[in-house]
């Protein structure tokens, strides 16, 4: 029953790892899992506290600069395809390597 636990949850941290360090990679990515009628809001920092700049929809292609864990958090600094000059910060949770 012990090895069974240990396995467990040594499969959940080596999961969590994997998922951390594939959001952590550069490239383009894009904006997921964001409700229809909400946007992904891209901050002027990596925390909820920061201004929102803009808000990004789903589809929305951006260039991953690299993340950061701020509390429970990771935040990736991003700049948008498009305009490689608007800069910010959102959630990783939101994004998909394309």
């Known amino acids: 029953m012990r090895r069974a636990v240990i396995a467990a949850l040594a499969a959940t941290v ?7 360090a594939d959001a952590g990679e ?6 997921i899992g964001v409700e229809d009628d909400d946007m992904l809001k891209m901050r002027a920092g ?5 201004k929102i ?10 260039r991953l600069h690299g993340c950061d864990q701020t509390g429970s958090t990771r935040w990736c600094k991003i700049s948008l395809k498009q305009s490689r000059g608007v800069k910010g910060y959102v959630s990783w949770a939101y994004l998909q390597k394309i």
């Open 14 to 20: 080596l999961g969590s790892i994997a998922m951390q």
């Open 26 to 31: 550069t490239g383009l990515h894009e904006v």
């Open 46 to 50: 990596p925390g909820t506290g920061y």
């Open 53 to 62: 700049l803009l808000g990004l929809p789903n589809g929305t292609v951006v």
